[in-house]
């Protein structure tokens, strides 16, 4: 596994660090030649117009943290930087920097850059289909047996003066969403009731996982469970044997499956090909 990983990482690098989660969605800028109401234009710099699909395929080559700053925040940052670009780009051509070795040999590369990110892109796209998803589904499913998993509430305290202090008042009749949402110092969950959902015996620590599983539905824990978070009273609401839903787990296939196909890609492009390896300095190698 180690060895495709590695495989895999260097394929991602040679593409300029294309990520597959990014080769498996599809291109939601608007196609050049698109009415001007689909691809407006935003800006003009000298004459020269800037439409709304550059800025857009500006963003998306943009780190994930950026991407997801409000669009009134970055869109005319964003906007900023192609006219800077722009400009700088016509003080270079009025300077002849195009005539330069250097840019027809660095053009050569962007191509075949862009060339390979396109065709990985589009055969990514066009092969991960419903059916091999379900495949993948499948697969997942026999490889990873059901477990079973609990559905409970906590109320987190810090002492067990006040977690004996909580049972007591739950015998009593107390609400338990109520308490929770009052006392509990697990603010995430408290303000859900003190619901942490459907779990497994392995995500949780192992006091409190030992005590979940040995209660059954519509129980309270009769005495304070320790772990190193403070003092937990646990109720269990439900219990039930089951693997992710096909929802749950279909970006992570996604993932998969467009490694898959990048790896037979590119196996498939060495079959039949002329490869000669050198030494760094330029020697052939030895046998």
Same mark, same amino acid.
């Given at each position: 596994?180690?060895?495709?990983?590695?495989?895999?990482?260097?394929?991602?690098?040679?593409? #300029?660090?294309?990520?597959?989660? =990014?080769?498996?969605?599809?291109?939601?800028?608007?196609?050049?030649?698109?009415?001007?109401?689909?691809?407006?234009?935003?800006?003009?710099?000298? &004459?020269?117009?800037?439409?709304?699909?550059?800025?857009?395929?500006?963003?998306?080559? !943009?780190?994930?943290?950026?991407?997801?700053?409000?669009? $009134?925040? %970055?869109?005319?940052?964003?906007?900023?930087?192609? %006219?800077?670009?722009? !400009?700088?780009?016509?003080?270079?051509?009025?300077?002849?920097? $195009?005539?330069?070795?250097?840019?027809?040999?660095?053009?050569?590369?962007?191509?075949?850059?862009?060339?390979?990110?396109?065709?990985?892109?589009?055969?990514?796209?066009?092969?991960?289909?419903?059916?091999?998803?379900?495949?993948?589904?499948?697969?997942?499913?026999?490889?990873?047996?059901?477990?079973?998993?609990?559905?409970?509430?906590?109320? !987190?305290?810090?002492?067990?003066?006040?977690?004996?202090?909580?049972?007591?008042? !739950?015998?009593?009749?107390?609400?338990?969403?109520?308490?929770?949402?009052?006392?509990?110092?697990?603010?995430?969950?408290?303000?859900?009731?003190?619901?942490?959902?459907?779990?497994?015996?392995?995500?949780?620590?192992?006091?409190?996982?030992?005590? =979940?599983? =040995?209660?059954?539905? #519509?129980?309270?824990? $009769?005495?304070?469970?320790?772990?190193?978070?403070?003092?937990?009273?646990?109720?269990?609401?439900?219990?039930?044997?089951?693997?992710?839903?096909?929802?749950?787990?279909?970006?992570?296939?996604?993932?998969?499956?467009?490694?898959?196909?990048?790896?037979?890609?590119?196996?498939?492009?060495?079959?039949?090909?002329?490869?000669?390896?050198?030494?760094?300095? &330029?020697?052939?190698?030895?046998?």
């Amino acid at each position: 596994m180690f060895a495709r990983v590695l495989r895999v990482a260097a394929v991602s690098l040679a593409l #300029g660090g294309v990520g597959f989660t =990014a080769l498996a969605q599809t291109d939601t800028a608007p196609p050049a030649g698109s009415p001007a109401g689909e691809d407006p234009v935003v800006a003009k710099v000298n &004459g020269a117009e800037i439409r709304r699909s550059e800025v857009t395929r500006t963003i998306a080559s !943009l780190p994930p943290q950026v991407q997801q700053m409000p669009p $009134q925040m %970055i869109f005319p940052a964003v906007i900023d930087q192609i %006219i800077n670009g722009k !400009l700088v780009a016509e003080a270079g051509y009025k300077n002849n920097v $195009q005539k330069d070795p250097e840019v027809a040999e660095r053009l050569k590369r962007s191509e075949e850059r862009i060339v390979q990110e396109l065709y990985l892109t589009r055969e990514v796209q066009k092969r991960i289909t419903a059916e091999r998803l379900q495949e993948a589904y499948n697969q997942f499913k026999k490889e990873n047996p059901p477990q079973d998993e609990v559905k409970a509430s906590h109320i !987190l305290v810090d002492s067990e003066d006040a977690a004996k202090a909580i049972i007591a008042d !739950l015998k009593k009749g107390g609400d338990f969403a109520k308490i929770a949402g009052e006392k509990s110092s697990d603010k995430s969950a408290a303000q859900q009731g003190g619901d942490l959902g459907y779990f497994t015996k392995d995500q949780m620590v192992e006091p409190f996982a030992n005590a =979940a599983f =040995a209660m059954k539905p #519509g129980e309270i824990s $009769q005495t304070p469970v320790q772990t190193q978070f403070g003092w937990h009273v646990i109720k269990v609401v439900d219990r039930r044997t089951a693997v992710p839903s096909f929802e749950e787990k279909e970006p992570e296939l996604r993932e998969q499956v467009a490694r898959e196909i990048v790896n037979g890609l590119v196996t498939q492009a060495h079959q039949g090909a002329t490869i000669q390896r050198f030494n760094i300095d &330029g020697t052939p190698k030895a046998p």
